[in-house]
Nanobody
Framework: QVQLVESGGGLVQAGGSLRLSCTAS????????LVWFRQAPGKEREFVAA????????YYVDSVKGRFTISRDNAKNTVYLQMNSLKPDDTAVYYC?????????????????WGKGTLVTVSS
């Protein structure tokens, strides 16, 4: 059974930066596509970013392009989300997820494994 554990969340002022990490245990990390989702209070879960098995291909929701960067270190079984120029609208619980299929990474129901999330709060 694969377990995903997120870390790095916290409170930051608008314009600041945070780096989220998600470390996996169990399974074959290098075979998963890794995805970050977020859910703001009172809103539906939203796709944020994804990275391919090799790390070569990355995908972002338009609202974070140019500000967030997803990366992975297969040797450390860890995926990262570097978040710069944070805005109050980025406030949410951020979830790490892993997919073993070729289905769209933008759809949460296509994920096989989920972490419990880490809270990011951006103050204005």
């Amino acid at each position: 059974q694969v377990q995903l554990v997120e870390s790095g969340g916290g409170l930051v002022q608008a314009g600041g930066s945070l780096r989220l990490s998600c470390t996996a245990s169990g399974g074959t990390f290098s075979s998963y596509r890794l995805v970050w989702f977020r859910q703001a209070p009172g809103k539906e879960r939203e796709f944020v970013a994804a990275i391919s098995w090799s790390g070569i291909n990355t995908y972002y929701v338009d609202s974070v392009k140019g500000r967030f960067t997803i990366s992975r270190d297969n040797a450390k079984n860890t995926v990262y989300l570097q978040m710069n120029s944070l805005k109050p609208d980025d406030t949410a619980v951020y979830y790490c997820a892993a997919s073993t299929s070729s289905a769209s990474v933008r759809v949460g129901t296509n994920m096989n494994y989920w972490g419990k999330g880490t809270l990011v709060t951006v103050s204005s």
